[in-house]
């Protein structure tokens, strides 16, 4: 006879920005008893339409309910199956190869115009990822949450990608901008994007490029994020590493400068503090939205920290 395992009681929980509650949590337990062969996957999934956790446009938030699932496990309120895949589940293909061939020809002059496409075919997808991991500091990672990509092109020659996500969870100096246009603390997770990469890479060396490629994405955020997640943005912000950039490219493609960082950053699961604080630049979707984020940050108004 299998012993069911006791686990503590929950008030409520609030994790990825949803409240879980004690029936919740027993739903939940329930659903893994009751199909032992589902991966993690599958299960986020199927729990997503049983607490009704979706996105604006109707599509299930599998993705941060993973995420949620695993502190709950943390936590000791639930007991998820074995990872079928090691390392939280299959890496995004890179085949290098595409970018060296994107950016084989160097670029020096001031394209006549740019071509943006918004990277949605498996060979778009596949050339953004080739791109960022050969040639952004950073390297490629998938965020959790919402995500756009775009690819510049001039004719066949890659200029830049760049991508959107949802913005992090807790930033002041936001919550303070976030404030003065009136968005509550609440809306911040769904009016704010983030631009989390932006890479020119080294076959392409012209100047001013770099903010053309800026007021072109963030002219087609809005309505790009609209048709893929049923929501419309307010506002976009990026951070800047200021021992490696000055963000000249996003000053003069309009962004403001509206504070710093507080020096920490995510490692896994924890927060951990390497006093690099980054300057957090922000840019308004509508004109009225940029118009009050301009003067809020003008005549006298500081910036946080």
Avoid at 18 to 28: M, N
Avoid at 115 to 121: E, F, M, P
Avoid at 228 to 245: I, N
Wanted: positive net charge; proline residues 5%.
């Amino acid at each position: 006879m299998t012993v069911r395992r006791r686990y503590p009681r929950c008030e409520g929980l609030v994790i990825r920005g949803r409240l879980f509650d004690q029936s919740e949590l027993v739903r939940i337990r329930n659903l893994i008893r009751q199909h032992p062969s589902w991966g993690r996957t599958q299960l986020s999934t199927r729990i997503c339409e049983l607490l009704h956790w979706r996105q604006p446009n109707g599509r299930v938030k599998d993705r941060a309910c993973r995420v949620a699932m695993l502190r709950l496990e943390e936590l000791g309120l639930i007991e998820l199956p074995p990872p079928k895949l090691a390392r939280g589940g299959r890496p995004p293909k890179v085949e290098r190869e595409l970018a060296f061939e994107a950016c084989r020809m160097p670029v020096t002059e001031m394209p006549s115009e740019v071509r943006v496409s918004l990277a949605c075919s498996r060979h778009e997808i596949a050339l953004w990822n080739s791109a960022i991991a050969a040639y952004h500091y950073l390297g490629l990672a998938t965020p959790v949450g919402r995500l756009l990509r775009y690819l510049f092109f001039d004719g066949d020659a890659l200029l830049g990608a760049l991508s959107f996500t949802d913005c992090s969870w807790a930033t002041s100096a936001r919550k303070k901008a976030a404030t003065r246009l009136g968005i509550s603390h609440e809306e911040i997770r769904t009016l704010v994007a983030a631009n989390n990469r932006f890479l020119i890479p080294p076959s392409v060396r012209v100047p001013n490029l770099a903010s053309r490629l800026l007021s072109k994405a963030t002219k087609n955020l809005r309505n790009d994020w609209r048709q893929r997640f049923g929501v419309d943005l307010a506002l976009a912000e990026t951070f800047v590493d200021p021992s490696r950039f000055l963000g000249t490219s996003y000053l003069a493609a309009n962004w403001v400068f509206v504070g710093h960082s507080k020096g920490y950053s995510k490692r896994g699961r924890q927060h951990v503090r390497h006093n690099n604080r980054k300057v957090l630049l922000m840019r308004g979707l509508t004109r009225a939205t940029q118009r009050r984020l301009f003067l809020s940050y003008t005549n006298g108004n500081q910036p946080d920290g």
